[in-house]
């Protein structure tokens, strides 16, 4: 008798939860999301630096190459997917720089969140 109850209380709450979401139905986006979004500054005069920089995103066996459009102040990439994500940057007349604290990517019902970050670069 005991696991008939039990049976018929999880076919009801399934039955609420669908209720529930044709009451409120979630209307995602066509966009695509970067996960990552890095402005590289110099530690010179704290200004950002996009020429001649090269930012690479590393989860696990996965690498990407973070790219500037239209040399705006970003670097993004990992579009729509989710990571633990270690950057390295290299860069004309700067020291190269890698993270040792990863960055993690998440995701929502929808898209990924974008992690922003800032990150100094030294001069050789």
Do not use: W
Request: hydrophobic content about 40%; overall charge negative.
């Amino acid at each position: 008798m005991k696991k008939l109850l039990l049976i018929f209380l999880v076919v009801c709450s399934a039955c609420n939860l669908d209720e529930q979401e044709t009451l409120d139905p979630i209307f995602c986006t066509d966009e695509l999301r970067p996960g990552l979004e890095i402005t590289v500054l110099s530690s010179v005069d704290n200004t950002i630096v996009t020429s001649g920089i090269t930012v690479i995103a590393k989860d696990g066996d996965y690498t990407e190459t973070l790219v500037n459009f239209n040399e705006t102040a970003t670097f993004v990439g990992a579009f729509e997917r989710t990571g633990t994500y270690l950057i390295t940057i290299n860069g004309d007349s700067f020291q190269e720089f890698s993270s040792s604290i990863p960055i993690m990517v998440d995701k929502d019902i929808c898209h990924v969140i974008t992690e922003s970050r800032e990150i100094v670069i030294q001069s050789n």
